[in-house]
């Protein structure tokens, strides 16, 4: 089991920066793909960026965010220059394929407004 705690949220002004951390107990495994998602108000929840052999991120936050896998069990995401529309819960997520069969964990989420 893996249970993953997501910190650094907030609000800030757009153009502003923030830094999500998400530390991971339990079993991860040096193959798990971790990544950060996010999920505005009444819509799905969307892949913002993902950490492995490549690195991913959407359309709309790249050169803008960065993601750190800063050790076997942490990951971050530097975001900068944020705009309004960047503003959602972030879910922290770690995800494997066992035996054919994919099992993804999640942070509780963390807020991040920005707003004037």
């Known amino acids: 089991q893996v249970q993953l705690v997501e910190s650094g949220g907030g609000s800030v002004q757009p153009g502003g920066s923030l830094r999500l951390s998400c530390a991971a107990s339990?079993?991860?495994?040096?193959?798990?793909?971790m990544g950060w998602y996010r999920q505005p108000a009444g819509k799905p929840r969307e892949l913002v960026a993902q950490?492995?052999?490549?690195t991913w991120y959407e359309s709309s936050v790249k050169g803008r965010f960065t993601i750190s896998r800063d050790a076997k069990n942490e990951v971050s995401l530097q975001m900068s220059s944020l705009k309004p529309e960047d503003t959602a819960v972030y879910f922290c997520?770690?995800?494997?394929?066992?035996?054919?069969?994919?099992?993804?964990?999640w942070g509780q989420g963390i807020q991040v407004t920005v707003s004037s």
């Open positions: 997520n770690v995800w494997r394929v066992i035996g054919g069969t994919n099992i993804n964990y």
């Open positions: 339990g079993s991860i495994f040096d193959s798990d793909v």
């Open positions: 950490e492995s052999d490549n």
